[in-house]
């Protein structure tokens, strides 16, 4: 690990995060806390029937994105992974378990917590591929999904749509990939994600032309900050079509991390204003609106029969 890489996992260790090898990171997710202490779930559990406390919040690429989304709540003295060492799939889920379950072993002693909950939280069933970093520039996400499969866990993947080869490539597909679209055109798109690499913009154009062929549940996830990139329903609703994803996650921005360095707290869009532009972009897509939850500032778009569900 060079000196850069080891400041990256200092300062993310002081955030709560356990690093696995040289690239690989767990942290516990509010969630989870909120679903063990007061039984109240995320709104992905509400949606799409994960167990929220039997989620691990990971990624196997903690110091490598080519982005620098000014709206983005992780630490961005990150470089790439081609100097880090990687570890195999079966070692970085090993280890990501492992470390996961020393975390969720704090909850024992709470009386707050309910024990069937969480002996169920030490045991994984589900596996959300997005903490920090962006995944697919993990060569070997494929074979790290096919291991999830193997060991009975769903995955959903987050990314930015930068790699479209790379998805173009993965096999297994993880169980719902999310592609995140925080911009409807080039120009707002290079202000504010601030790409590191050219043709990131027509790259993830790419990514959204390759959507249709891939045979799994996807989502555009739109990420809205208040006076930047929430407005342009009919130049999202373009992209979006050429996507043609199951669903649409319109989400508000929300003012934590390392995003306070660079927004401010009137960034956040209220819940309201999420959803006026869910129903703009609904009535554009031929979409419904099929739920949302406040605290969360999301809304999920999808055709009226699409079948929410991952899990009953
Ligand atoms: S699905 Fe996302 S929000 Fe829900 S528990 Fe997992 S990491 Fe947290
Ligand atoms: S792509 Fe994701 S991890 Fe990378 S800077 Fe943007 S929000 Fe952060």
Redesign the pocket.
């Known amino acids: 690990m060079n000196d850069l890489d080891r400041r990256t996992a200092e300062h993310l260790e002081r955030q709560q995060y356990r690093i696995v090898g040289e690239t690989g990171a767990v942290k516990l997710?509010?969630?989870?806390r909120q679903k063990l202490i007061y039984g109240r779930p995320?709104?992905?559990?509400e949606f799409y029937g994960?167990q929220?406390h039997r989620?691990m919040?990971m990624t196997p690429a903690v110091n490598a994105c080519n982005f620098r989304c000014l709206f983005c709540w992780r630490y961005h003295g990150m470089t790439s992974l081609g100097d880090s060492k990687r570890l195999d799939p079966e070692d970085l889920l090993d280890r990501c378990l492992a470390e996961q379950r020393l975390l969720v072993s704090g909850f024992k002693g709470d009386d707050r917590c309910d024990p069937r909950l969480w002996e169920e939280a030490r045991q994984p069933n589900?596996v959300?591929i997005?903490l920090s970093g962006e995944p697919t520039l993990y060569p070997e996400l494929g074979e790290f999904i096919a291991l999830c499969n193997r060991r009975g866990m769903t995955t959903?993947l987050v990314t930015n749509g930068s790699v479209p080869k790379a998805l173009e490539r993965l096999s297994p597909l993880p169980t719902q990939l999310y592609v995140t679209v925080a911009a409807p055109n080039k120009e707002l798109f290079e202000k504010l994600c601030v790409p590191q690499l050219a043709g990131a913009w027509e790259n993830l154009m790419e990514t959204l032309r390759l959507l249709p062929s891939l045979s799994t549940r996807t989502v555009i996830r739109h990420t809205l900050v208040d006076g930047w990139n929430l407005g342009w329903e009919d130049e999202y609703a373009k992209l979006d079509r050429v996507a043609d994803p199951m669903f649409i996650e319109p989400k508000g921005y929300v003012f934590v991390g390392d995003s306070r360095t660079r927004m401010r707290v009137s960034n956040m869009p209220s819940h309201a204003s999420v959803r006026e532009f869910s129903l703009r972009l609904a009535e554009r897509t031929s979409m419904d609106l099929l739920g949302e939850r406040v605290d969360s500032r999301v809304v999920v778009l999808g055709k009226k029969n699409a079948h929410l569900r991952v899990r009953e």
Not at 29 to 32: D, F, K, V
């Open positions: 997710c509010h969630w989870m995320c709104y992905k559990e994960i929220c989620c919040q589900q959300a997005s959903f």
